[in-house]
Nanobody, 129 residues
Framework: QVQLVEAGGGLVQAGGSLRLSCAFS???????????MGWFRQAPGKEREFVAA????????VYADSVKGRFTISRDNAKNTVYLAMSSLEPEDTAVYYC???????????????????WGQGTQVTVSS
């Protein structure tokens, strides 16, 4: 059983920054470092969408075009944590942000939600104009 717990959401003005974290806990035998990790978001009235992902090794990252250059995903395998640093935030970034874990050890992390096996409960990010 894998559990993911997001933190770091909140209210911020447009142009501001936030850093989200996602703490991973799992059963013995399959460590955090064997999972690719992704961040997704869901705005009110919209479908959940891909934001960013990082490979199990941390050597590969992918981003949605809408956040490229503003958001940075990273991981600390010693702390079993993945981060999403968000800057130059816009009101359009307002959403519930979810982290997800993918058991597949592929070189390039997936963008598709269907590839992810475990999900956190989400953390709210609200950007005011």
């Amino acid at each position: 059983q894998v559990q993911l717990v997001e933190a770091g959401g909140g209210l911020v003005q447009a142009g501001g920054s936030l850093r989200l974290s996602c703490a991973f806990s799992g059963r013995a035998g399959r460590a955090f470092s064997y999972y690719a990790m992704g961040w997704f978001r869901q705005a009110p009235g919209k479908e959940r969408e891909f934001v960013a992902a990082i490979s199990w090794s941390g050597g590969s990252t992918v981003y949605a075009d809408s956040v490229k250059g503003r958001f940075t995903i990273s991981r600390d395998n010693a702390k079993n944590t993945v981060y999403l640093a968000m800057s130059s935030l816009e009101p359009e970034d307002t959403a519930v942000y979810y982290c997800a874990a993918d058991r597949g050890m592929i070189p390039v992390p997936a963008r598709s939600q269907s590839e992810y096996d475990y999900w956190g409960q989400g953390t709210q990010v609200t950007v005011s104009s």
